[in-house]
């Protein structure tokens, strides 16, 4: 398995961004044995990495078989081996140097090659030393992250090659809205809690315990979540030269998020069937101009 050498330069943002951001990557260090060790994970081998994936996104991206793909903002990189058992050469890029060193066990478990690089991904040229990618995939739960999305997608502009493919698969702004999780005692009814539209800056989330399973956080609770609108994201993909090629909308969900949600024969999980239909999950596919 290769890797790549760690890095972290300073992406320019004002002070009070920055420290968000650094605070971000503490949150994502003190979270990684929890998730690594969690139930939810599974990667006692309970699950595998296709679970992870709605049947759509393979039908978007296409064969991978010996084409470049780079995960952005990887974690542990339960995803990131799906795309290496396709065939693909694959790179994982994450912020958290303790996520980028479990991932790197994980694929090595797995018999694997993948390239892991610890970077912020607004650093995500410099710190693949100008590697280019016929695929940059990202989301679930990635976005959130990012203050400033048109310069994001001018980085993975520059990250793909002529005729290269963005593929993001994220949860959707009404889905973030709604909460990452429900309250302790709340009842059955969606209520909004959060923007759908960004502009009011970052949303600061303190908690002793992250998403999944497992013991509280031992330090480094605090995190911060930028809210970004369908409509954001669409114009900085398209304000950087990328062009549209697909926006789906998905009620389907990797996890139960709400007690009362029914598993399909996909798998996956879905409000019941007397419930609204509402989209929980988006895919958007851009391709860059050759």
């Not at 303790?98 to 607004?122: D, K, P």
């Not at 605090?222 to 369908?230: D, R, S």
């Amino acid at each position: 398995m290769t890797d790549q050498p760690t890095g972290s330069a300073s992406t320019g943002f004002d002070a009070a961004v920055e420290a968000m951001m650094r605070a971000n990557q503490s949150n994502w260090d003190a979270r990684t044995p929890i998730h690594a060790a969690s139930a939810f994970y599974g990667l006692d081998g309970s699950r595998s990495p296709f679970d992870w994936f709605a049947a759509f996104e393979w039908a978007d991206l296409g064969d991978l078989a010996g084409r470049d793909v780079l995960h952005l903002q990887c974690h542990l990189g339960t995803e990131t081996l799906a795309f290496a058992h396709q065939g693909a050469r694959t790179w994982g890029l994450d912020l958290s140097g303790r996520s980028v060193e479990e991932a790197r066990r994980i694929a090595q478990r797995a018999g694997l090659t993948v390239t892991y690089v610890q970077a912020n991904v607004y650093d995500a040229v410099q710190a693949v030393r100008g590697q280019r990618f016929d695929v940059v995939y990202t989301g679930k739960g990635a976005l959130c992250y990012l203050p400033d999305l048109p310069r994001w997608a001018s980085v993975v502009s520059d990250l793909l090659r002529p005729g290269g493919l963005l593929y993001v698969v994220e949860f959707h702004p009404l889905f973030s809205s709604l909460g990452p999780k429900p309250p302790r005692g709340a009842g059955p009814e969606l209520l909004l809690r959060n923007d759908y539209l960004e502009g009011r800056g970052a949303l600061e989330r303190g908690g002793a315990h992250t998403y999944t399973d497992g013991p509280a956080l031992q330090d480094a609770p605090v995190a911060y979540e930028w809210a970004h609108g369908l409509g954001e994201v669409v114009t900085a993909v398209a304000g950087a030269g990328l062009r549209i090629t697909a926006l789906r909308e998905s009620e389907l969900l990797p996890w139960p998020r709400w007690e009362r949600m029914e598993r399909t024969d996909t798998g996956w999980w879905r409000l019941p069937e007397a419930d609204p239909r509402i989209p929980l999950l988006y895919g958007l596919r851009a391709s860059k101009p050759e």
